[in-house]
């Protein structure tokens, strides 16, 4: 009788516990960190408690670069999780990899319905391959953006923000003479100082549409507009009109213009939400698009951010899960939605977009002019050389811009000088990536 | 006739040492020689199909300009770092040694600074010496742009010699003070009786007694500031401004974590332990005839 009290009580105990496993666990990795990183947490909690089949395993890497590192070495030691979020710049390393499920292709086997067409024209167009097919899903999505304050602009009659980088020019002439200790807050970013610069202006940054028309591409940065932008930026900085401000100066950009410290910026539309929260007691300040070169031609901004890639090497129940999620977080409202309310991301969708503005999103004073992102994004149709960056270990390339901007700025080399050695040392890098990838041809 | 304890039984002897073996080939050897093949191949980020490449990978390493800056900074930092860490740790070691009121209490708090990861040490020392932010940015107000670690490389070097130094300070001065303990009081009384002074018992005595210990620290301390400064270097500057701290180990991390070209970084893992194998057979070749054992 005993013996059977217990067999009973252990088959109670193992239908129960097969029951909570019936849920089918997959692994999702995500990047960003901080206040993002919780709402990220947060959608998938909210994701585990829809429903009752699934459950995602959501684990913060504690940056974008870690995401991308952790996932290589997890995928070498077959650890790799079911869906990872990569940043714009990781996109490439991930095509060449062979070792994902193209997006569409698991739409399709999944029974997922995405509208590819929906997608922004600027936000398609960079994640696409050369045939036009997207093999991940953009997911938060951001563009850059100029901060500047209103009350220091009034101290000098004007209530509107500079429309070219040489009408920014005089203004912080003129704010300099009316007292202001720092009119204009820069920092080392490639991201912003030559990649939507570029961008916007219509010019290149590499050869063969910017990489985007395979592995041999060249820099060619040093022979354009950028040039002169960067000792623009010397200039304001030598005449004090201009400070740098990063980590290591104690205040980056963002807390910098929120604190009042600098009238302008330039930074992602992701920080719209952080400014809001962080800012000082009165703080009258407002987003514009970038400055451009010649206010008739401006073409759009690029996409910054990062989008959701599957991996390969995972099992069918897990692919299930998976495709549960994704229709989760790709739909309009549990989706795109959620990351605008909970961030500064704008939605990904004309469909988004439009479902947030007939709901009255932007007319919040919290988030007036989150807007600008998407009129800056879709400021005209993308062509070959505002669709994006596509260059191998762009990273490194990042890095020497950063290290000879840095050497530039403070006086120790000629802009020009800087530049050339920028785009020398970055095109050893794609030879060496050309060469790591031989035979390969970009997708 | 010499008596030698030897196993007949090689069976045994093998189990005994296998567990070293076993943690030395796995966490040592086999990571090296993986580094080796990688350096003499294009190792793509997620694997699969290498090329051969032989010696492209060193001759790219030592054809650039850069990778020589970052040895000299390396080498230069190694040399500060030990330098001030030792003379500091000496200084309170000796001090701690007379037992003056409170020495306890000292030789417990000047320990807990190694306890620290470097990452949390780096943490640190970006906010004291942080230019605008920091406490230091009392003395920027009153003398303008005197320190920014930010911009200029020569303060960013500094501030992470220091950093460096701060966190060695407690393991050399706990290695200092055992020394010290252990030489016999007789030998220092009777320095006092021919009428030596503080200073000069500390100088004629107590230092030459303790070199043995000195010449370990500096290896120890050489060592560590090749290897172990990662994460001071990631936190505070990031190897800039302008590469001014772009340590050797710092730019293998940057080359094959951040870059992903791991084959670059290979080949300089592997020039660094070269360099750091040879530093070390210096040292025991012509320092260590200097150390005399007692």
Known sequence: ?443 | MEKRVTFSNLWLAAAFIAPQIILIFVFFYWPTGEAFYWAVTLEPPFGGENEWVGFQNFRNVFEDPKYWGSVQVSLAFAFCATVLSLAIAALLALFVDRRLPGHQLYKFIYFLPYALAAPAVGLAFRFIFSPEAGFVSAINRIFPDLWNPALDGNDAFIMIVLAQAWMMVGYNFIFFLAALQSIPRTVTEAGAMDGAGVLRRMWDIQLPLITPTLFFLIVINITDSFVNSFGIVDITTAGGPARATDLMVYKIYADGFQGKDYSLAAAQSIVLMLLIVALTFIQFRYVERRVHYS
């Not at chain 1, 999620?325 to 939605?337: H, I, L, N, S």
Request: proline content about 4%; some cysteine.
């Open chain 1, 1 to 443: 009788m005993k013996r059977l009290i217990l067999a009973a009580a252990a088959a109670t105990a193992m239908a129960s516990g097969a029951q909570a496993a019936e849920r089918v666990k997959f692994d999702f990795w995500y990047g960003l960190t901080g206040d993002l990183g919780d709402v990220i947490a947060k959608q998938c909690q909210l994701f585990n408690e829809s429903q009752d089949k699934y459950e995602a395993v959501c684990t913060g890497q504690g940056g974008y670069d870690k995401a991308e590192q952790n996932t290589i070495a997890a995928y070498r030691a077959k650890q790799q999780p079911t869906i990872v979020q990569i940043y714009d710049a990781g996109t490439v390393n991930f095509m060449l990899s062979g070792a994902i499920y193209p997006a569409n292709q698991f739409a399709a086997d999944n029974g997922l319905e995405i509208d590819w067409k929906g997608y922004f024209p600027g936000i398609a167009n960079y994640y696409a391959t050369s045939t036009g097919d997207m093999w991940s899903f953009p997911y938060n999505s951001s563009t850059a953006v100029f901060y500047w304050n209103k009350d220091a602009w009034a101290k000098i009659g004007k209530s509107e923000a500079p429309k070219t980088w040489a009408e920014l020019g005089e203004d912080l002439k003129a704010l300099k003479a009316a007292g202001v200790e720092c009119g204009f807050a820069v920092d080392f970013d490639p991201w912003m100082n030559l990649e939507q610069f570029s961008a916007i202006n219509d010019i290149p940054v590499a050869s063969m549409d910017n990489g985007y028309g395979g592995l041999g591409a060249e820099l060619v940065f040093n022979k354009t507009a950028f040039v002169d932008h960067m000792k623009d930026y010397k200039a304001w900085l030598d005449a004090g009109y201009a400070k740098i401000q990063t980590r290591q100066t104690g205040k980056p950009l963002i807390p910098a213009f929120a604190d009042g410290t600098c009238a302008s910026t330039t930074s992602s539309i992701a920080n719209h939400g952080t400014v809001k929260n962080t800012q000082i007691e009165g703080l009258d300040w407002d987003v514009a698009p970038l400055p451009v070169i010649d206010a008739a031609k401006r073409t759009n901004s690029i996409v910054g951010g990062a989008s959701l890639w599957i991996m390969k090497g995972k099992s069918k129940e897990e692919y299930e899960a998976a495709a549960a999620f994704m229709r989760y977080v790709t739909a309009p409202d549990t989706g795109e939605k959620y990351i605008a309310e909970n961030t500064g991301y704008i939605p990904v969708t004309t469909k988004g977009f439009e479902l947030l503005k007939s709901e009255g999103f932007y007319n919040d004073p919290s988030r007036a002019g989150r807007e600008v992102a998407i009129e800056s994004l879709t400021a005209s149709d993308v062509g070959p050389l505002s669709r994006g960056i596509r260059l191998g270990n762009f990273t490194s390339i990042r890095a020497e811009l950063v290290s000879e901007i840095e050497a530039a700025f403070t006086g120790q080399k000629d802009v020009q000088a800087a530049v050339d050695a920028a785009v020398e040392r970055g095109n050893q890098i794609l030879r060496r990536y050309e060469q790591t990838f031989k035979g390969a041809a970009l997708p």
